[in-house]
């Protein structure tokens, strides 16, 4: 399957091939047809599929179209709803770099800054919407967003709306658009709340539905490693010796950690910037572009900070701390391992949190590998994994097998041994 089989038109067919996108992933292919036939998805994805362009092409598209063939009144075309400010902008870098030889124009709001600059956006005026509800709300008591003209509305992540405890916003926002339109659902799981929602929002939906979220992507290797709660950030700096961890999201439980473990490991030399909902929106920024330009490897986040982080090429996300719901265990490592990219997601499990690691692998119905030949081991591992001690006893891997590092290489897996793929340039 081609893009051009898909029907896009030749300007964005340009700009995605200047995004280095050969072919269409599996959403794309099966939602882009439906959203050209101006029909109602229900998409069940999530992040690290392509759902973005997976929706972002088609309403481009068809604004453009509309644009050429039945000129309407100015106004805000489509608006695509979304729960984090870093996802916002990132959308927003989507239809940028999608949309870049057409003449749509795009703004993204969101809270935490300013509204001056979003405001000028507005009033020079916008074809695609990228809002959080908070903000898009706000705006709209001000008179700065008027929705009367909207054919297009995508809800993205609506679980994490629900998780985040932004689902009446989002219903409020609902409330005020017109009831003729064109609506697209994207949700990586559908508790029973969302699926009402669907119900409610959606008319004779395609539903289209691409790697489950119990079922890790297979590209991603997964490894743990049973450590003292105390032992953890010795740890991760001695993982982090192995130059072939080119770049890594680590994953932290609370704000207060995240800081903590940069400064433990700007300490030891390895340069490290954590992001989480105290930063202000522009510390966040920055952290987000020194790591995607390669000028941090280390970025250390918490969920809700992380969500949606798009990063290309990450080779490595480190569990500092297992999640307890298990469902996050596979939106973190969901980071790597993009668009059949592979990736390596490793994730340390002290003596607290074997019940989070045996919930994360019932929800993926597989058990994540054992490294038992690291510097800082449990000293009761039986207790939990009679398993894992009894490979770490023999020097052994857990299934026989030890875990691969990107390059199928066995040694560099977190050793300080030379790496071969040390200079690979990404
Ligand atoms: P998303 O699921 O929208 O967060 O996208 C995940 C990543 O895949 C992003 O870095 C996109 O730029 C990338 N991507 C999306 N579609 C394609 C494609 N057809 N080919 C290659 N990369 C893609």
């Known amino acids: 399957m081609s893009f051009e089989k898909l029907q896009i038109i030749e300007p964005i067919l340009r700009a995605l ?3 280095g996108y050969t072919k269409p992933t599996p959403i794309q292919e099966q939602a882009i047809p439906i959203l050209l036939q101006r029909k109602d998805l229900l998409g069940c994805a999530q992040t690290g599929t392509g759902k973005t362009a997976a929706f972002a092409i088609p309403i481009l598209q068809l604004l453009h179209d509309d644009e050429k063939f039945v000129k309407g009144p100015h106004g805000i075309k489509a608006l695509v709803l979304t729960p984090t400010r870093e996802l916002a902008i990132q ?4 239809f940028a770099a999608y949309g870049k030889h057409l003449r749509i124009r795009h703004a993204v709001i969101f809270g935490g800054v300013s509204q001056k600059a979003q405001t000028d956006a507005l009033r020079a005026g916008v074809d695609i919407l990228i809002a959080t509800p908070g903000r898009l709300l706000d705006l709209m008591a001000q008179k700065y967003v008027h929705l009367q003209h909207l054919k297009l509305f995508v809800l993205d992540e609506a679980d994490r709306m629900l998780d985040m405890g932004f689902i009446h916003d ?10 003729k339109r064109q ?9 029973p709340e969302i699926q009402v929602l669907a119900n409610t929002i959606l008319v004779n939906p395609s539903k289209v539905e691409v790697t489950p979220v119990s079922s890790t992507v297979d590209a991603i290797r997964q490894a743990v490693y049973f450590v003292e709660k105390k032992d953890k950030s010795k740890l991760l700096s001695h993982l982090l010796e192995d130059r072939s961890v080119n770049s890594a999201l680590v994953f932290t439980r609370t704000k207060h950690g995240a800081d903590k473990v940069a400064k433990t490991l700007n300490a030891s030399g390895i340069k490290a910037e954590a ?3 105290n930063k202000s929106q522009n510390a966040r920024q920055r952290a987000l572009s020194n790591f995607k330009a390669r000028q941090t490897r280390v970025l250390v986040a918490t969920d809700i900070a992380a969500r949606g982080i798009d990063v290309d090429n990450l080779s490595h996300v480190i569990n500092f701390e297992l999640p307890n719901v298990p469902e996050t265990y596979v939106h973190r490592i969901g980071r790597t391992g993009r668009a059949g990219a592979s990736g390596i997601a490793l994730s340390f499990c002290d ?3 074997k019940e989070f690691l045996r919930d994360i692998h019932k929800l993926i119905a597989k058990t994540i590998p054992v490294v038992g030949d690291h510097p800082y081991p449990m000293s009761n591992t039986s207790i939990a ?3 894992a001690q009894q490979k770490q006893a023999s020097g052994g891997r857990s299934n026989g097998q030890r875990p691969f590092n990107r390059n199928g290489n066995r ?4 050793s300080n041994k030379p790496s071969n793929n040390r200079h690979r340039t990404q």
């Open 17 to 19: 091939k200047n995004e």
């Open 170 to 179: 989002v219903k409020k926002v609902i409330a005020k658009l017109p009831a």
């Open 411 to 414: 040694k560099g897996f977190g």
């Open 351 to 353: 003596a607290e949190e």
């Open 385 to 387: 994994h009679p398993q």
């Open 91 to 94: 959308i927003g870098e989507s």
């Open 183 to 191: 609506t697209l659902f994207f949700s990586a799981t559908m508790p």
């Open 275 to 277: 992001i989480h909902g």
